[in-house]
């Protein structure tokens, strides 16, 4: 079966002057235009391809990987906007349309967003979506608290910035745990602080725990290292200098602080901190 928006394996069949025609496993053909190949293809050759249809409505295949693939998000930037919608640039030649309808905030050109990109049912094209929200699995999360996993930052909120976990799930990273400058479309590692009770999740960026500490503790010592062993921070600066400094919490902070001064390997005063 020919997978639209996927990548496909598929076997050369027969080929024209304009390109090669591509069978599946049920002789489900589709065809590569010449311009997409690069490398010499011989009959019964098996190559991966991307299939889309173009502006004919045609599904064609291509050797280009485009940025985003079915039921999958990235970052993109819209290139223009006309009375059907937004186009954005997917790395294909053809530009992927997010209908108006299918838009969370009015669209601007030059401008990145995080598109989701589907399978429309009624016209069978592939298409993209702002609405991140209403794509996110919602009725359950194979999840639990401490688990590393992959974020795609998408909008920013009062509370914090919402995030895409592992590709299927919604986060929150709070104010609170944001410690660097996190841009719509930035890719993270995170970890599940939370799991609420309609299966959205708290995300923090720091490990917590004792390997959280121990991430922090090497955070630290390398941040007294660069600046010649000393830093102007103790337990009474303010979170704000400390989230500047070193990017952490000030809680988090505090625990890196004790642990290495228990090692005897840090010395405290009211001027800052010291390796020893």
Known sequence: MLKLGQINTLTALRQTDKGTYLVDDESNEVFLPNKYVTEIIKIKDTIDVFLYKDSENEMLATTRLPKVKLNEYAALKAIAVSRHGAFF?????????????????????????????????????LVGSTKINNTLKKLSVDLKIGDEVDLLAYQETEMGISVIVNNTYQGMLFQNEIFDDI?????????????????KLDISLNRFGYRGVDANIKKLQKALTDNNGFLNLNDKSSPKDIADQLGMSKKVFKKAVGALYKQKRLEINEKGIKLI
């Not at 009015?106 to 990109?117: K, N, S």
């Open 89 to 125: 640039d997917w790395g294909l030649e053809k530009d992927l349309l997010v209908p108006y309808r299918q838009q969370a905030e009015p669209i601007e050109e030059g401008y990145y967003y995080v598109v989701f990109l589907y399978l429309d049912e009624e016209s069978q094209r």
């Open 183 to 199: 841009k719509i479309g930035d890719k993270l590692t995170g970890y599940v602080k939370k799991i609420r009770t309609d299966n």
